[in-house]
């Protein structure tokens, strides 16, 4: 069995982090492991959608939540915008 820690990716913008807080709640609440998150994440411009990345605010955010303990979590955010 794999003992490493576990790793979850999400994909979309910054409207997704709220969402995202709650799901690793529920990540923390169960997992007895290390998680390491990554977010996908761009900035869109169209005339029916406007997005903004993932900022390093919000992960700040999330790893002063989430970045402590005895099974703390990692974040990072990749930018995959043109």
């Keep these: ?3 490493g820690p ?3 990716i999400f994909a979309g913008d910054r409207k ?3 969402g995202v807080f709650l799901c690793l709640l529920t990540v923390a ?3 007895k492991k290390a998680v390491n998150v990554h977010f996908l994440t761009m900035t869109v411009r169209t005339k029916k ?3 903004d990345a ?3 605010e919000d992960l700040a955010f ?3 939540y989430f970045g402590h303990g005895e099974y703390p979590m990692t974040f990072e955010a990749v ?3 043109p």
């Design 62 to 64: 999330l790893k002063n």
């Design 49 to 51: 959608f406007k997005g």
């Design 79 to 81: 930018d995959v915008g």
């Design 54 to 56: 993932v900022t390093e």
């Design 6 to 8: 576990i790793e979850i």
């Design 16 to 18: 997704m982090v709220k």
């Design 29 to 31: 609440h169960y997992t």
């Design 1 to 3: 069995m794999n003992e």
